[in-house]
């Protein structure tokens, strides 16, 4: 067992976010001073976030702007396309600023076709890859309308990180104002306690049903907390689309040689449990999903997860990864998997 102060690895963090003012404003001013059900939008600096690096011994931070993005009211293209641009253009320089440090998960204002095809390629040159969320007031990711933009991404080679948000219902058109939180135990606990895990689920199994993931091959993703609900349900869903007539025939094989090639998992979040640390989701996505160590990336998702609990969290994991993997495996884990999925991107030109 872990003593009190014990050294950490040194790890690359994936998850991670940022809250400028101006976007902590918008917030605000757009009904959403208590994001996702949280009590409050909690607050950060460019400081405080060095210091979770210092204090967990994080290398490399990507930034990501978290739920409920940049598209805060449904039906405001305006909006969404302003405040996506400031945002990816603050994480911009903040990245120009501390190159060996920080990098960037660009936002989109989805469900907006031109605009985040206009929004891609200012941000390519600059982002490590594009950050999506499981749906965009009811339009997920898989959708057909959004085929132009998955379709830039694949010519890009890119990576997107995928990040949960309310689940949503959508009455018209992907565009469209009328849409409702499909959240049928209403306000009684936050959204991320376990809907965000659901919807990260919803969201991943729609690429593969919809046929995304085979149409855009050259797309990488990652799926965060460890999947949330999606890896037990990869064997339903799977031989679910072989015995029911009528949708997308998946083969088993072909989607599980996809998981192994063209997904990562973060561990973000509480996903390690037991004595010894070793139980718990990681464990379930590990041998329940058959994912290894090497599709497996470290993430603190500060500052949702404040300084001081991302440092105990990263004590747990210390535990749970000797527990279940080699040292070869751990360091994957930490630094390795990141530094080779973001071969060829600014992180890789930044080294």
């Given at each position: 067992m872990s003593n009190t102060n014990p050294p950490l690895s040194p790890r690359i963090d994936v998850h991670s976010h940022f809250l400028p003012d101006f976007y902590t404003?918008?917030?605000?001013?757009?009904g959403h001073s208590h994001p996702d059900g949280m009590p409050a939008i909690p607050p950060w600096s460019l400081s405080a976030h060095l210091s979770n690096m210092s204090s967990s011994n994080i290398t490399r931070s990507i930034l990501s702007i978290s739920s409920p993005g940049t598209n805060l009211t449904a039906g405001n293209?305006?909006?969404?396309?302003?405040l996506t641009r400031r945002t990816n253009s603050f994480a911009s320089t903040l990245t120009q600023q501390h190159p060996s440090k920080l990098s960037y998960w660009a936002s989109l204002p989805l469900p907006y076709i031109a605009p985040s095809l206009t929004e891609i390629d200012a941000a390519a040159s600059t982002c490590a890859g594009f950050a999506l969320l499981t749906n965009y007031h009811g339009t997920y990711i898989g959708d057909a309308s959004l085929a132009p933009v998955f379709a830039r991404l694949n010519e890009l080679h890119a990576t997107v990180f995928i990040h949960p948000t309310a689940?949503?219902?959508q009455h018209s058109t992907p565009a469209s104002a009328h849409t409702s939180p499909a959240l049928p135990l209403g306000a009684a606990y936050p959204v991320p306690m376990f809907e965000f895990l659901f919807d990260t689920a919803r969201a991943v199994i729609n690429l593969f049903l919809t046929g995304t993931v085979d149409a855009y091959p050259h797309i990488t993703y990652i799926v965060p907390h460890v999947g949330g609900a999606f890896p037990p349900l990869i064997?339903?869903?799977l031989k679910f689309s072989t015995v029911i007539p009528g949708g997308r025939v998946l083969d088993p094989q072909t989607v599980h040689r996809q998981l192994q090639s063209r997904f990562y998992f973060d561990i973000a979040g509480f996903a390690f449990d037991g004595e010894e640390g070793g139980a718990g989701q990681v464990r379930g996505l590990v041998e329940g999903g058959g994912v290894g160590a090497d599709r497996l990336l470290y993430g603190s998702d500060f500052p949702f997860t404040p300084e001081g609990a991302?440092?105990?969290?990263?004590?747990?994991?210390?535990?749970?990864?000797?527990?279940?993997?080699?040292?070869?495996?751990?360091?994957?884990?930490?630094?390795?998997?990141?530094?080779?999925?973001?071969?060829?991107?600014?992180?890789?030109?930044?080294?």
């Open positions: 404003t918008a917030l605000h001013e757009n293209a305006e909006l969404a396309t302003t689940p949503c219902t064997s339903r869903f991302v440092r105990g969290l990263a004590v747990r994991m210390e535990d749970g990864l000797k527990e279940l993997f080699g040292e070869e495996g751990r360091e994957g884990v930490y630094e390795g998997n990141a530094r080779r999925l973001l071969e060829g991107s600014e992180l890789g030109k930044a080294e």
